[in-house]
C-alpha cells in the first residue's frame, strides 16, 4: 500500500521549487509593461503551438452520439477533444486550482504572493502560484522547470486568455490534463476510470478526476488506491464548503474500465476524425454482436458470419457484425460485410422483378421448369431435379433455378447487371468476363452490404441507393425497380419462416457453388435483415446452405427487432392447367405419353415429386435409378413400342407409352 502523503491542496497548481517562484515575483512587474506594450506584436509572432490540442484520437459515435468506439491519438495516448466542458467539473476545478480564474487576465499575482509567503513562512512549497492558463501553456508546450520556461508559461497563459478566453482554456487544459498512464484529458480520464462521459460523473467520481493531473502517476487509483481516497475526499470537501453540490460518497476505483470497441473493423476503416458520427444504434449493435460471438462457438474450423441490420425506410445501418475480431484463424481483421462473396441464388429476386415489370412474367404465370440449353450453358436445379409446369410465385419461393434463368434470357443478363448499378451496386465478374446467363445462379461477386441495399429495395418503394452508415443527409434514391414489381416479389418472399414461427417477414436464401458462401436475406415493414456464413479464405464448407446455416440465424435476428409484420393480400395464385402443382406429386416429365425416340443413345426418364425411393420399370422391367436425380437411363434395345411406368413409395404411378425407331 503507497504510503506516500497526498499533494496538498491550496488552490494555485501543483507544488514547484521555491527559487524560481521569488525570482518570477521580483521579474514580474517589468515582465507585465513589456506584454502591455508589445502584447498584439508579440502573439503575431509567436502564436501558441497547438500541435498537442490538434493531435486527438478518434471517437465513433452511435445515431444518439453514445460512444461505439474509441481510436487512440498517434503514438497510442487516449486523448480526446473537448467539445462541452461539464459545469460541475469546471466549477471544481477553479475552486480547487484557480479560485480567481474568472478575474485575472492568465496571471495571478496574489497568488503567487500567497505562494511566496508560504515558501518563507515553512520554508518548503506549500502551494504553486500557476494558474490554469499557466498550466494549460505547460500541457501545450512541456518544458523543464526552469525560471526562463516559468516566464515563458506566464506569457503564453496571457495569449491563452487573450486569444481563446476563459473557456478555451478550460477546454485546453481538459483536454491535455494528464490521468495516468496513457490518459489525458477529463473525456478519456472519464471513460478509463469509471465508464461514463464526464456529463455523468458523479461529484465523487469528478473529485478524483480533478486531483489525478496534481500527481499523475503518484495518484492512480489503480497503483496507489490509498492516496487517491484521500486527495478524492480532500477534493470532495473543497466541493461541499464552496457549495458546489451535496454530499456525496463512493469507491475509488481500483482498475480502468475497458475502452469501448465495438465493430472494431468498421472503425479502424472510418475516417480519422475527432468525432465520427454514425447510424449505428448502440444498443443493438451490443445485442448483435453478443448473438455473433455466440454463434461463432458453433461454426466449423475457420469459419466466420458477417451480419446486418438496417432501417429500411430510412435506408441507414442500425448495426453490424463484421466478423470474429482477433481471430486470425477466421480472418477477424477484415470487415466481412464488405468481402465480395458469391451471392448463389440471392439476386433471382431482382430478375423476377424485372420480368414482372416487362409483362414477361407475373406471379401467377404459369412457367416451365424443364431441362433447356442456351448454347453450351446447360443449368440444372439444386437437387437436379426438375418441377415441370409451376408458377412463377412457387418457382422464386422454391428458388428453382431453370425459371430464373429463362427469365435472366429474357430479360438480358447486361441489362440486369446495368439495372443493378443504377441503384449503386456494382456486380463483379471475373476478369474480362461480360453478364451472362450465370449472374442468375451467383457467377458473380457482391458484399453484404450491397445485397442488403438491394433487399431495401424491395422491401420499400423500389428506389435504388446503398445503404447509410455515416450520419448526414440521406443519400440519392436512383430509380431501380418498379414499384408495382418490387411489391409482387415482395408479397411473393413473405411467408412463415420454417421451424421458427415468425410471419410476416419476406424471405430468400443463398448457396454458392459448394457451400463456400450461406446467405440469408429478410424484411418486415420497418427492417432490412443480412446474414453470410462461410470461410473467409473460400475454402467449402461441406453440406452447407443458405436455409441450414444462415437462415436460423436470421430468424434469431429478427427476435432483438420490434415486431413490423408485412401484411400481405390474399394469393391469387391459380394452378397450372388443372394439375396439382405439390411438390409431393408424382409426375412425368420426359418423355411424354407418344413420344417418338431414337434408338441411336440412351433416354433420360425423368420425373418430379412422388415419395422416394422410386421405382422405373419398362414393360414391367425395373431400370437402375438415380435416386438423387429422380431420373433413370434407358437404352432402348431396338426399335418398337414400350410403355414406361414410375411408382413411388406410396403407390402412385405415373405411365407413358412410347414409340422408338431406327436411325434412318
Known amino acids: ?39 498584439a506584436l508579440l502573439d503575431r509572432c509567436f502564436p501558441p503551438d497547438l500541435s498537442r490540442l490538434a493531435s486527438v484520437g478518434t471517437e465513433v459515435l452511435d445515431r444518439q452520439d453514445r460512444v461505439l468506439a474509441l481510436l487512440p491519438a498517434s503514438g497510442g495516448v487516449w486523448r480526446f477533444r473537448t467539445d462541452s466542458i461539464p459545469p460541475q467539473v469546471a466549477n471544481l476545478l477553479v475552486a480547487v486550482e484557480d479560485r480567481r480564474f ?80 496513457n490518459l489525458e484529458g477529463i473525456r478519456a480520464g472519464s471513460l478509463a476510470w469509471f465508464g461514463v462521459p464526464p456529463e455523468a460523473l458523479e461529484p465523487a467520481q469528478a473529485a478524483l478526476l480533478v486531483a489525478i493531473p496534481r500527481h499523475p502517476e503518484r495518484l492512480r487509483p489503480d497503483r496507489h488506491p490509498a492516496a487517491a481516497h484521500s486527495i478524492r475526499d480532500r477534493v470532495l470537501a473543497v466541493g461541499l464548503r464552496a457549495g458546489l453540490f451535496t454530499a456525496d460518497i463512493g469507491p475509488v476505483p481500483t482498475s480502468r474500465v475497458p475502452l469501448p470497441r465495438h465493430a472494431p473493423q468498421l472503425a479502424a476503416s472510418l475516417p480519422r476524425a475527432p468525432q465520427v458520427h454514425t447510424t449505428l444504434d448502440l444498443p443493438l449493435q451490443i445485442a448483435l454482436e453478443r448473438l455473433g460471438e455466440e454463434r461463432l462457438q ?47 441464388s440471392a439476386l433471382k429476386p431482382f430478375i423476377y422483378a424485372m420480368a414482372f415489370a416487362d409483362g414477361v412474367a407475373a406471379p401467377n404465370a404459369v412457367v416451365a421448369d424443364l431441362p433447356r440449353r442456351y448454347g453450351g450453358y446447360a443449368p440444372e436445379n439444386f437437387d437436379r431435379g426438375f418441377a415441370g409446369s409451376i408458377t412463377a410465385a412457387e418457382a422464386l419461393r422454391r428458388s428453382l433455378n431453370l425459371p430464373a434463368v429463362a427469365l435472366l434470357d429474357r430479360v438480358g443478363p447486361l441489362r440486369f447487371a446495368a439495372t443493378v448499378r443504377t441503384a449503386g451496386v456494382t456486380l463483379r465478374l ?155 406429386a408424382l409426375h412425368l416429365l420426359f418423355p411424354p405419353s407418344g ?55 406410396d403407390g402412385a404411378a405415373v405411365q407413358a407409352n412410347v414409340q422408338v425407331r431406327a436411325t434412318p
Open 298 to 344: 458453433t461454426l466449423p474450423p475457420r469459419a466466420s458470419l458477417a451480419m446486418l441490420i438496417a432501417d429500411a425506410p430510412m435506408r441507414e445501418i442500425r448495426a453490424l457484425y463484421p466478423g470474429a475480431w482477433r481471430d486470425q484463424g477466421r480472418a477477424g481483421a477484415i470487415d466481412l460485410t464488405t468481402a465480395v462473396r458469391s451471392p448463389g
Open 430 to 584: 471475373p476478369q474480362g468476363a461480360d453478364p451472362s446467363l450465370p449472374l442468375a445462379l451467383g457467377g458473380d461477386g457482391t458484399t453484404l452490404r450491397d445485397a442488403a441495399a438491394l433487399y431495401a429495395a424491395l422491401a420499400t418503394d423500389g428506389t435504388g441507393g446503398r445503404l447509410q452508415l455515416l450520419a448526414g443527409p440521406p443519400l440519392v434514391r436512383p430509380a431501380f425497380l418498379a414499384a408495382n414489381a418490387a411489391r409482387q416479389v415482395a408479397d411473393v418472399l413473405t411467408r412463415p419462416l420454417p421451424d421458427f414461427g415468425l410471419r410476416g417477414i419476406a424471405w430468400k436464401t443463398g448457396t454458392s457453388w459448394g457451400g463456400r458462401d450461406a446467405w440469408a436475406f429478410g424484411f418486415d415493414s420497418r427492417h432490412v435483415v443480412a446474414v453470410w456464413i462461410g470461410r473467409p479464405d473460400g475454402t467449402p464448407l461441406p453440406a452447407a446452405t443458405g436455409t441450414s446455416l444462415a437462415l436460423p440465424m436470421l430468424s434469431r435476428v429478427f427476435d432483438l427487432l420490434p415486431r413490423a409484420p408485412r401484411t400481405v393480400p390474399p394469393s391469387r395464385e391459380t394452378q397450372v392447367a388443372g394439375l396439382n402443382l405439390a411438390a409431393d
Open 595 to 649: 413420344a417418338v425416340l431414337s434408338a441411336d443413345g440412351p433416354v433420360t426418364i425423368r420425373v418430379m415429386g412422388g415419395r422416394r425411393p422410386l421405382a422405373f420399370l419398362i414393360d414391367g422391367a425395373p431400370l437402375p435409378a438415380d435416386r438423387v436425380r429422380r431420373e433413370a437411363t434407358w437404352q432402348p434395345p431396338g426399335p418398337g413400342f414400350y410403355r414406361l411406368s414410375v411408382l413411388d413409395a
Open 1 to 39: 500500500m503507497n504510503t506516500n502523503p497526498p499533494p496538498p491542496l491550496a488552490g494555485g497548481g501543483r507544488g514547484e521549487g521555491a527559487a524560481p517562484i521569488a525570482r518570477f515575483l521580483a521579474l514580474l512587474p517589468s515582465l507585465a509593461l513589456l506584454l502591455a506594450a508589445n502584447g
Open 102 to 181: 474568472w478575474h485575472h487576465p492568465g496571471v495571478d499575482p496574489l497568488a503567487l504572493a500567497r505562494a511566496t509567503a508560504q515558501l518563507i513562512r515553512h520554508g518548503r512549497v506549500v502551494s504553486g502560484g500557476s494558474t490554469l492558463a499557466m498550466q494549460a501553456a505547460r500541457l501545450l508546450e512541456p518544458r523543464p522547470r526552469t525560471l526562463r520556461a516559468k516566464l515563458i508559461e506566464m506569457a503564453r497563459a496571457l495569449q491563452l486568455e487573450a486569444r481563446y478566453g476563459r473557456d478555451g482554456v478550460l477546454r485546453i487544459w481538459l483536454t491535455l490534463a494528464p490521468f495516468g498512464g
